[in-house]
T-cell receptor
Framework: KNQVEQSPQSLIILEGKNCTLQCNYTVSPFSNLRWYKQDTGRGPVSLTIMTFSENTKSNGRYTATLDADTKQSSLHITASQLSDSASYICVVIPGANNLFFGTGTRLTVIP | GAVVSQHPSRVICKSGTSVKIECRSLDFQATTMFWYRQFPKQSLMLMATSNEGSKATYEQGVEKDKFLINHASLTLSTLTVTSAHPEDSSFYIC????????????FGEGSWLTVV
């Protein structure tokens, strides 16, 4: 069964701290994995896209890693800001026009 | 950059009425658009795949006669919630990918539907 599981479900951190979000998947075959940031009541915004052969990809303070062998990905956020408070969604794409969404991690950054 | 626009962003309708939500790709053409529903604190759930010029493909459990999808052009797909009920209240999001770069996915800003 194709599944995407994210942990933790929610996370509260102090402003300026780092954090790491996890994504484990059983989706097969695998084309690419994406991390999205979704502010409350808004559409998701793409952070990173990684294909099978990529292990790390950065976008500013966001760094995503991928281990296609163990089917795990992580999103690391450095020097968190209040504006980072949002839901972070891991999406695994096995092929064209087919997406599997994780349930998301709700991140709250407090001053 | 490419933008997918949804309208309205918020709508309140009476139970039993119908409401239409538009999804437009503003600077690219998309043969396929997707419609999602998201309940509070849950992830996006794919409802249907909207295909330009043909019938939409609905996910299991989604009533095609209740959620009418029309994809009349390469830049516009509409979702009509017919005979809306309070349980249809949700956040509806569309996504689209440019024909030239099908692996690029752009999400709309979403539409909040409240049925009273």
């Amino acid at each position: 069964k194709n599944q995407v599981e994210q942990s933790p479900q929610s996370l509260i951190i102090l402003e300026g701290k780092n954090c790491t979000l996890q994504c484990n998947y059983t989706v097969s075959p695998f084309s690419n994995l994406r991390w999205y940031k979704q502010d409350t009541g808004r559409g998701p915004v793409s952070l990173t896209i990684m294909t099978f052969s990529e292990n790390t990809k950065s976008n500013g303070r966001y760094t995503a890693t991928l281990d296609a062998d163990t089917k795990q990905s992580s999103l690391h956020i450095t020097a968190s800001q209040l504006s980072d408070s949002a839901s972070y969604i891991c999406v695994v794409i096995p092929g064209a026009n087919n997406l599997f969404f994780g349930t998301g991690t709700r991140l709250t950054v407090i001053p | 950059g490419a933008v997918v626009s949804q309208h309205p962003s918020r709508v309140i309708c009476k139970s039993g009425t119908s409401v239409k939500i538009e999804c437009r790709s503003l600077d690219f053409q998309a043969t396929t658009m997707f419609w999602y529903r998201q309940f509070p604190k849950q992830s996006l759930m794919l409802m249907a795949t909207s295909n330009e010029g043909s019938k939409a493909t609905y996910e299991q459990g989604v009533e095609k006669d209740k959620f009418l999808i029309n994809h009349a052009s390469l830049t516009l797909s509409t979702l009509t919630v017919t005979s809306a009920h309070p349980e249809d209240s949700s956040f509806y999001i569309c996504s689209a990918s440019p024909m030239e770069t099908p692996n690029t996915i752009y999400f709309g800003e979403g539409s909040w539907l409240t049925v009273v």
